[in-house]
């Protein structure tokens, strides 16, 4: 168990995002969600721009998290804008079809890098959704330098 302040979060829930999968993009930008991260989002998700050039899904409950957070933001200050009309201006709702696909948005397509091969990555309370190329690039800087951050954590 954690404590996050005056939240408790139950370590190890069943509602976390972890593993990562490897799929394609077919011909109609249609991706498939692992049942094991499907049933997690629920009926409603939606799919934004993430960071390190992932793009990043978010269950109903985790959106309007995020959401509350970007509304928190000072609007006074030019990076608050940005971020916000980054986040909110890229977002789009999940829609699954009956084999459990989405389509992926041309922008965020694009964006993201993605061509054929992809990586979906669980991140605890979102999913992240790589270009193959991106992620074993990412994945290899990361683990190289994995205990020098955790000692800095």
């Not at 991140?123 to 193959?132: A, L, P, Q, T, V």
């Amino acid at each position: 168990m954690v404590t996050k302040g005056k939240k408790v979060v139950e370590s190890g829930g069943n509602d976390m995002f972890i593993g990562q999968y490897s799929h394609n993009i077919d011909e109609k930008n249609r991706i498939i969600i692992p049942a094991k991260f499907r049933n997690k989002l629920g009926e409603n998700a939606v799919i934004t721009l993430g960071h390190e050039g992932c793009l990043a899904i978010y269950t109903e409950e985790e959106w309007e998290k995020l959401q509350i957070k970007l509304i928190s933001l000072n609007t006074n200050q030019r990076e608050a804008r940005e971020h916000i009309r980054v986040i909110a201006g890229s977002a789009s709702e999940c829609n699954f079809d009956k084999q459990g696909r989405v389509i992926l948005p041309a922008n965020l397509k694009a964006k993201a890098n993605i061509k054929k091969e992809l990586v979906l990555v669980g991140n605890i309370d979102h999913i992240e959704i790589w270009s193959k190329e991106s992620w074993d690039s990412y994945y290899e800087a990361a683990s190289a330098a994995f205990d020098e951050i955790s000692a800095k954590l």
